[in-house]
Nanobody
Framework: QVQLVESGGGLVQAGGSLRLSCAASGRTVSSYAMGWFRQAPGQEREFVATISKIGGSTYYADSVKGRFTISRDNAKNTVFLQMNSLKPEDTAVYYC????????????????????WGQGTQVTVSS
């Protein structure tokens, strides 16, 4: 079983950048496809980005494509979300998720497909 802890959230002005980290413990993250999701108040959790277990495949929500980049460092058991050109509508709690897979290129977009979740980190973008 893997435990996930997010960090790097905070308050930033529109147009600014943040880098979120998701540190895994308990199991090596290289066995897991990873994803980032976010949830704004009163809204459902929505997909942001996903990356396959060795990083060869990625996929982004249209709303963040070209602004956000997901990456991973399996040697450090950490997954990252670089967020540039932030907008007020990016304000949400951001969650890291993991799903074990045997397939190198497998990615998951649906939150129901993930078994493991972090506690979340708040990102607030002011206008």
């Amino acid at each position: 079983q893997v435990q996930l802890v997010e960090s790097g959230g905070g308050l930033v002005q529109a147009g600014g950048s943040l880098r979120l980290s998701c540190a895994a413990s308990g199991r090596t993250v290289s066995s897991y496809a990873m994803g980032w999701f976010r949830q704004a108040p009163g809204q459902e959790r929505e997909f942001v980005a996903t990356i396959s277990k060795i990083g060869g495949s990625t996929y982004y929500a249209d709303s963040v494509k070209g602004r956000f980049t997901i990456s991973r460092d399996n040697a450090k058991n950490t997954v990252f979300l670089q967020m540039n050109s932030l907008k007020p509508e990016d304000t949400a709690v951001y969650y890291c998720a993991a799903e074990q897979t045997v397939y190198y290129s497998k990615i998951y977009l649906n939150p129901d497909e993930y078994h493991y979740w972090g506690q979340g980190t708040q990102v607030t973008v002011s206008s």
